[in-house]
């Protein structure tokens, strides 16, 4: 081992040894210049070949990074100091599932369901994020203290359009692994269908030797316990099976399996924990000390001992709440808190002040810890400050605002008008400033009479939102809004990925995020994250576009006209979007039937789209030519409006055959901030233009941009300027 005898390892000061392995040690650490408890690992220097193990720990920093999610455990930095190669990473306070499935050996089917559920969220975001993490097994399973199930160790894992050979544990490694073929996400979901059946059978499925286990991987022994529900089986098999085209492809599909037969304790414990934290920082401080009395419980006398454990779990966590002191009786001032158990239900009762609030949740060992969060989730959110009538009405319009926000070009419109009165009524909301800065960038974009005034003022905006709020989902995606409109794409990427972090369930940080992908050539990766996004909010009608505009990029237009024909049917049209794919088509006959549709569309730059369909429809170019370069020229509010003006005026000059007014639009997008590789590379319409001499230096700036925003999302250094007092 490197010489760990001394106290510290560059800044960081080493605690304890807390596990060792194959490639090196992980010990317990503390960042002074932070004051935080880390993990910090370390290479072995008796490792036979350290410059290997140097990259594949470099390999498993930058992996790690592009995942975040509540269920995978972050990654922070890659360090050297003086002979030492380590990289540190949160810290997770519990006991790994190897270590449970010693002490309990099998797991209710519930139970088990509720932990796969988990493992399959954080797999979803890894592949979302083109990273398999190919050993999935009981000891890389964490199960935090309050909970949350975390997914460690990617290691050996790779992306997913990299990944070869047979790293992983036997035990658990996909029947394709073993033969050497490359790791997909669905040999991911094969290990989780293995730990699963592990978990409720309460023994591994494959033993033996090596060459015993690998025999044994064409089939799965029978889950023959008599308690596991028949659905819970089969989700177990249809993931496991030997051919990975007959298996689950994704692990969205096998937690869809899981979900309905699941306890759901862990997702309680997800909401009432993510309840409780915001709560607790906004305890009512016109109060310096809030009384809250919980009284013993009370109800079924069969049901007694666990009503006790939910009371005992309650004080505990009240007890860590500031301010806030328990009362053995009860006082006029105190908030009082009643629990009863009654036909396997226990009903929870917080009074404060007049103001009653109630829960109802089943009640059984498995839900003790989640009925627990429950209660105290119910008395922080009533020791909180009463909103003020006008607070009230400014969320009123702020919820409102949202849905408003779904309608499209109208509806951003409507949503800035709603959010100017959300606004004055709570100037100093972070939600609402942040959400209106949005509007106001998507009116910018969109609307016909936009001006520079409305990105100006979405800028102090979402300064507001990252003063006050810099630790929220929502400042940070207004953030990266207004840097993509504005032309920073990389800090725009960072942004995003800060999000998602605040809040990894939430679809609009993936969306941004999976379209910049796409746009840098990042196709696979892109797609994979708008489709994580649209199965968060599959009525979004914005990401099919995106898809649609992705299938037709790569000639696959049997896939975009089924697109088009499930959106034309949902009412969901796109005058612009089709316009320029039956450009890129060559269909004038089609053209002009859009053109006659479309007649009375003119909500987006209507001359702009007047001079596509006189070149798709009669190849009316040296018409329109000047008229549409002078469009291109034209400068607006948002660079990224300009941007995409000037790219739609090089597809009619390309489809013309008019190489250099196709060159000169695009030099007007590059210089409105352009990073849209993947169009560059694949539009039909710029045929005339890539045999041409100056196309190398056009693709080149594009190039640069594009990688720039792959860094900023995957980086090690990607976060520095937008988080500047912690690490993501």
């Known amino acids: 081992m490197a010489d760990v005898r001394r106290s510290s390892i560059g800044r960081y000061e080493l605690i304890e040894l807390i596990g060792t392995g194959a490639m090196g040690a992980v010990y317990r650490a503390r960042d002074p210049e932070l004051d935080e408890i880390v993990a910090l690992k370390i290479i072995r220097d008796h490792v036979a070949d350290v410059e290997r193990a140097t990259e ?24 050297r100091a003086g002979d030492v190669v380590f990289c540190t990473m949160e810290l997770v306070d519990g006991e790994s599932l190897a270590s449970l499935l010693e002490r309990r050996r099998k797991l209710p089917p519930a139970e088990a369901a509720d932990l796969a ?51 992983g544990t036997p035990a658990y490694m996909a029947p394709e692994q073993a033969r050497g073929a490359p790791a997909t996400p669905a040999a991911d979901v094969y290990s ?78 997800v909401t009432a924990h993510s309840t409780l934290a915001p709560l607790a920082g906004a305890l009512d401080t016109s109060s310096s000390l809030h009384v809250v009395h919980v009284a013993p419980p009370t109800g079924d006398a069969d049901a007694s001992y666990l009503a006790l454990a939910v009371h005992a779990a309650l004080l505990g966590r009240l007890a860590a709440l500031p301010r806030v002191r328990l009362a ?63 607070a009230l009405a400014a969320e009123d319009l702020f919820l409102r605002a949202r849905e408003e926000a779904q309608g499209g070009v109208v509806g951003w419109s409507a949503a800035v008008e709603t959010l100017e009165r959300a606004a004055q009524l709570a100037p100093g909301d972070s939600r609402i400033a942040a959400r209106f800065a949005m509007a106001l960038l998507q009116r910018a974009f969109f609307a016909a009479d936009a001006d520079r005034v409305l990105v100006d003022r979405a800028r102090v905006l979402v300064g507001v939102a990252l003063a006050t709020a810099p630790d929220w989902y929502e400042s ?33 940080a993936h969306e941004h995020l999976g379209r910049m992908l796409l746009e840098a050539g990042r196709v696979d990766a892109g797609l994979a994250r708008v489709g994580h996004a649209l199965a968060m909010a599959p009525h979004t009608r914005a990401m099919r576009w995106v898809i649609a505009r992705a299938h037709a990029l790569d000639d696959n237009w049997d896939a975009y006209d089924a697109l088009v024909v499930e959106l034309a049917a949902a009412g969901q049209r796109d005058p612009i979007g089709e316009m320029r794919f039956m450009l890129w088509r060559s269909h004038p006959g089609a053209a002009r039937s859009l053109r006659d549709r479309y007649a009375a569309d003119r909500t987006f730059e209507p001359e702009l789209l007047d001079g596509m369909f006189a070149v798709a429809c009669d190849h009316a170019w040296p018409d ?61 319409a710029l045929a005339c233009l890539r045999g041409q001499p100056g196309y190398p230096s056009l693709r080149l700036c594009v190039s640069i941009r594009a990688d720039a925003i792959y860094d900023a999302l995957y980086g090690d250094h990607a976060l520095a300027n937008v988080l500047p007092t912690r690490h993501e």
Not at 196 to 218: N, P, V, W, Y
Not at 478 to 500: M, S
Not at 665 to 676: M, N, P
Request: with cysteine; aromatic share 2%.
């Open 56 to 79: 594949m720990f470099r390999r498993e920093v930058k992996l790690a990074r592009r995942v975040t999610h509540r269920n995978v455990a972050r990654t922070f930095e890659l360090g």
């Open 117 to 167: 559920c988990a493992l399959c969220d954080g797999l979803a975001a890894a592949h979302a994020a083109g990273v398999v993490h190919r050993d999935v097994k009981p000891h890389n399973v964490m199960i935090a203290r309050g909970g949350r199930v975390v997914l460690t160790d990617f290691g050996i894992a790779a992306a997913d359009v990299e990944a070869a050979g047979s790293s």
């Open 192 to 269: 989780v269908g293995v730990l699963l059946h592990e978990m409720i059978a309460g023994k591994r499925a494959f033993t033996g030797t090596l060459l015993q286990i690998l025999l044994a991987k064409d089939e799965l022994p029978q889950l023959d316990t008599p308690d596991a529900p028949a659905p819970i089986a089969d989700a177990i098999a249809r993931a496991t099976r030997r051919d990975p085209a007959a298996r689950l492809s994704s692990a969205d599909e096998l937690r869809a399996l899981l979900a309905p037969h699941a306890s759901h304790t862990a997702a309680a414990r």
């Open 328 to 390: 053995a009786h009860p006082t006029a001032d105190a908030t009082d808190v009643a629990l009863h158990a009654e036909r396997g239900e226990l009903a929870i009762h917080v009074a404060r002040a007049g103001v009653a609030r109630h829960a109802r949740i089943a009640i059984g060992p498995e839900h003790v810890a989640a009925a627990g969060d429950v209660a105290a989730a119910l008395v922080t959110a009533a020791l909180a400050p009463v909103p003020t009538a006008s």
């Open 476 to 508: 940070h995606l207004a953030a990266g809004a207004l840097e993509l409109n504005t032309g920073d794409a990389a800090r725009a990427a960072a942004h995003f990925r800060v999000a998602i972090g605040c809040a990894p369930s939430e679809p609009g």
């Open 624 to 684: 329109v030519r000047a008229a549409m370069l002078a469009l291109a020229r034209e400068p607006r509010a948002s660079p990224r409006r300009s941007a995409m003006v000037a790219q739609l005026v090089a597809e009619c000059a390309g489809a013309a055959g008019d190489a250099a007014s196709c060159a000169t639009a695009i030099g007007l997008a590059i210089d409105a901030g352009l990073f849209d590789l993947h169009w560059l590379d694949r539009c039909p």
